[in-house]
Structures are given as C-alpha cells and as structure tokens.
C-alpha cells in the first residue's frame, strides 16, 4: 500500500547549520506530497507542498522538491533558526482517489542556540 | 479565522466512562478525519468522513464512534475509556478542490486513569 518514510529523529543541529530531513513514499501513481510542521503544543499546519513531479515547494526558508525518480521529497533549509525547533511530517495524497492522507512518523527537529 | 475548532482542550476520564470531542470546521470543507498522536507513533487516523452522511473507519477505529452531524461538525465519541485511549486527538478537514491541503485543530489532550 501507499506509504511515507522519514528519517528518524531527533535531529539536533546548531543555529545557522545547513538542514535535510529526508522522505520517501511509495504509492501507486502520483500522488501530491507536502510538509506539516507541528510546534510544541499545537497541531499540524501545511509547511510547503506540491503537486506533481519536479515542481519545489517553499516557504518560510525550507524548500523540497518532488523526484519521481527517487520517489523522494527531501525537506531543505540553509540556515536554521532556534524557532524551527518543530516536529516535521512528510505526507502524501490523491487528489480525486479520496481524501485520506498518509503521514510519515514525524521527525523531531532541536535547534541549539 | 477560526479555522477547525475542537474541545475540550483537555480531559480527564475514568476508565469507563464516556465522553464526545466536539470539532467543527467553518471553511465548508466536505472532509473531515480524526487523528491520534501516541509518542513514537506519529499521527493515526481513526475515523474520516468523506461528505457529510458518511464515516469511514481509518487505522485505529476500535474503541471510538464518530457523527458527521452536518457539514460542519465532526464529532468523536469515546463510549468506555480505557488508559490505551490515552492519547492527543486531532481533528481536521480537507476539501479537494484546494490541492487536499488539511486543516488541524489545536489537539484535544484525553487522559483516562
């Protein structure tokens, strides 16, 4: 079945250093994929996405890009800041398949000052 | 913008005892899913209701009931507490026609003792 793996955490990293949090799936067609960040005590919200092969989504610094050929969405930031401290969700859907979402495990990010 | 509202916020229960989580959602969604948050275990969906009138089990369903009262409210009901029902609940919405991004409400957080 449709899946999303992500990598482990925690992930600790100093102000200022270069981050990847790393995401696969596997699904039977196309699906779109997206990044929900979740700070400490509150739920999810849409972090980036998109909706089909090589399109980057972006926003507030963090960049992925959609590969089809390695059925990947790796999340990117170049420069991250103690407030990025977050647990980040890789996931995937079908638009017009249903409306479920498949959401990886979570990775918990810890900024060091 | 209220977005997708859930209470309470938290709850203690009694193992045996029952009680509803009450969502709604005011951005005329058609979709609406409830999610549990174990450590470890990432998000786990429970119930979704692809239109108003209908629910689907998810993942977990076992334990839970759910009631799409109307397009707008979703509500989660939980008929004999067990301390395994422990957890953060998560209610969300999503519509197909924006791209299938979902909504979460701020969390639910149930401790049955």
């Known amino acids: 079945g449709d899946s999303v793996t992500q990598m482990e955490g925690p992930v600790t990293l100093s102000e200022e250093a270069f981050l990847t949090i790393n995401c696969t799936y596997t699904?039977?067609?196309?699906?779109?994929l997206f990044w929900y960040v979740q700070y400490p005590g509150e739920g999810l919200q849409l972090l980036l996405k998109?909706?089909?092969?090589?399109d980057k989504g972006s926003n507030k610094g963090f960049e992925a890009t959609y590969r089809k050929e390695t059925t990947s969405f790796h999340l990117e930031k170049g420069s991250v800041q103690v407030s990025d401290s977050a647990v980040y969700f890789c996931?995937?859907?079908?638009?017009?398949?249903?409306?479920?979402?498949?959401f990886g495990k979570g990775t918990r990010l810890h900024i060091l000052p | 913008n209220a977005g997708v509202t859930q209470t309470p916020k938290f709850q203690v229960l009694k193992t045996g005892q029952s009680m509803t989580l009450q969502c709604a959602q005011d951005?005329?969604?058609?979709?609406m899913y409830w999610y549990r948050q174990d450590p470890g275990m990432g998000l786990r969906l429970i119930y979704y209701?692809?239109?108003?009138?209908?629910?689907d089990k998810g993942e977990v369903p076992n334990g839970y009931n759910v009631s799409r009262l109307n397009k707008r409210e979703f509500s989660l009901r939980l008929e004999s507490a067990a301390p395994s029902q422990t957890s953060v609940y998560f209610c969300?919405?999503?519509?197909?026609?924006?791209?299938?991004?979902?909504?979460f409400g701020e969390g639910s957080w149930l401790t049955v003792v």
């Open positions: 998109a909706t089909k092969a090589d």
């Open positions: 996931a995937l859907n079908f638009m017009n398949r249903d409306d479920k979402i498949i």
């Open positions: 209701s692809a239109s108003e009138g209908t629910t």
């Open positions: 951005m005329n969604h058609n979709s």
């Open positions: 969300a919405s999503s519509d197909s026609d924006r791209g299938n991004t979902i909504y």
């Open positions: 699904a039977t067609g196309y699906p779109s």
